[in-house]
């Protein structure tokens, strides 16, 4: 079994960052797809970032040019950058992989 722990959140004014950080309990990181999902208050879980096993990734529309992602396969843990933060980008931020995902980081964007 996989396990992810996600850190990072917090409470930010708009056109601020944060840095998610999500920690897998075994060497995931390097070998499966990793994502970020996220999930506002009322509405449905949404893609958010992707990363592929050779480093490509993938991002939702409502986050290119504003949020990356990376990977540190010696740590297990993928990261995501998110700059130019707006209201629309507050939610509970998840990390997932394959069908394993994680507890949650809350970001709140005022």
């Known amino acids: 079994q996989v396990q992810l722990v996600e850190s990072g959140g917090g409470s930010v004014e708009a056109g601020g960052s944060l840095r998610l950080s999500c920690t897998a309990s075994s060497y995931t990181v390097s070998t499966y797809d990793m994502m970020w999902y996220r999930q506002a208050p009322g509405k449905e879980r949404e893609f958010v970032s992707l990363?592929?096993?050779?480093?490509?990734?993938r991002y939702a529309d409502s986050v290119k040019g504003r949020f990356t992602m990376s990977r540190d396969n010696a740590k297990s843990t993928v990261y995501l950058q998110m700059n130019s933060l707006k209201p629309d980008d507050t939610a509970m931020y998840y990390c997932?992989?394959?069908?394993?995902w994680g507890q949650g980081t809350q970001v709140t964007v005022s």
């Open positions: 997932r992989c394959d069908i394993y």
């Open positions: 990363i592929n096993v050779i480093g490509s990734t």
